[in-house]
């Protein structure tokens, strides 16, 4: 009976001595994944929320309306909730600052086109985010 285990504890010893050294050493560290394949399936229509929501900033703002800051603080609140990095939270802000700049450029009074794409920008932005929750929220 001796005899039959010496084989297989010669083979355990062997494969245990290298295992054993691999174990003494530091794990190599995992290869970097780029950023582009880390980011989340909704990523697109994040990206385009916060263009909106640019856009509306200044909209509401050249249109006095009441909720002129609302915008920039559901920006912000949007950005400290899903900017896990700074490359993604670099994103969100250029393209928060080209929805506003779009319309800086084009408006400089609350005209009925100004009221006609806040309603639009209102509409799409109420989409994108029923979409986002239905498709990826618990």
């Given at each position: 009976?001796?005899?039959a285990l010496i084989p297989v504890l010669a083979v355990q010893v062997a494969l245990a001595g290298p295992a054993a050294a691999q174990r003494?050493?530091?794990?190599?560290?995992p290869p970097a994944v780029p950023e582009?394949?880390?980011q989340a399936p909704y990523e697109?229509?994040?990206l385009r929320l916060a263009e909106i929501m640019g856009a509306l900033?200044?909209?509401?703002?050249?249109?006095?309306?009441p909720d002129t800051g609302a915008w920039r603080r559901e920006m912000q609140a949007?950005?400290?909730?899903?900017?896990?990095?700074a490359e993604r939270r670099e994103r969100l802000i250029q393209r928060f600052n080209r929805g506003y700049a779009g319309f800086e450029q084009t408006h400089r009074s609350c005209t009925p086109a100004a009221q006609v794409a806040t309603r639009r920008y209102l509409d799409e932005g109420q989409r994108i985010v029923a979409d986002i929750t239905s498709r990826f929220v618990n």
């Open positions: 009976m001796v005899r003494a050493t530091a794990p190599p560290a582009a394949l880390m697109p229509q994040l900033h200044y909209l509401r703002t050249v249109c006095t309306a949007l950005i400290d909730a899903e900017a896990g990095s």
